[in-house]
């Protein structure tokens, strides 16, 4: 039993690529990034339990406004990744990350809840440290590429805009 659990540690000690994790190269961001995501997904931590939340969860309250907001915030961090030389697969998790939030977020209820437990903006930053080059610069496709996730994702925001403006309006048509 014991060289089980020896093997399981040392399994958890490494990354998908068999990298270690403590040799894995670590990129230096800016403290803007930092805050950012500190601010979005970690800035208030619950004392007895520990559980911590960020602007997200709360501005996240408001619907539809709160999760826009929030996602525009996030397409900063996005934009990051291509200064940083993250390659376009890992560009696509992030925005996949930026997606999931917002469409999940946006529930009432289960969007609030999930905000708390889904933290889209550490994650991202934690993919640019672990997969960036840190060149400070990206190709002209990198950013093509990006601005094409970003109006996707502009246009998943706006689709559920509309969505919600049209089911009050279909509400307030039947109260009437």
Request: aromatic share 10%; charged share 20%; glycine share 8%.
């Amino acid at each position: 039993m014991g060289q089980f659990i020896k093997i399981m540690e040392e399994i958890q000690k490494r990354s998908r690529f068999e990298t270690v994790v403590k040799d894995r190269k670590q990129i230096e961001l800016e403290e803007s990034l930092e805050n950012l995501s500190k601010y979005l997904d970690n800035w208030v931590k619950i004392p007895v339990v520990g559980w911590r939340f960020g602007l997200d969860a709360i501005i996240g309250l408001v619907p539809n406004v709160g999760d826009t907001l929030t996602s525009l915030a996030s397409f900063y961090i996005l934009i990051a990744g291509v200064r940083h030389g993250v390659p376009k697969i890992t560009l696509l998790r992030m925005a996949f990350n930026i997606g999931l939030d917002y469409v999940v977020g946006a529930i009432p209820f289960i969007g609030d809840a999930f905000d708390f437990v889904w933290k889209a903006n550490k994650q991202n930053i934690d993919l640019i440290r672990e997969r960036g080059t840190g060149n400070d610069k990206g190709t002209t496709s990198d950013y093509i590429f990006v601005g094409v996730i970003i109006l996707a994702l502009i246009a998943i925001l706006i689709g559920s805009i509309a969505a919600s403006v049209y089911i009050l309006y279909l509400i307030f048509d039947r109260l009437r």
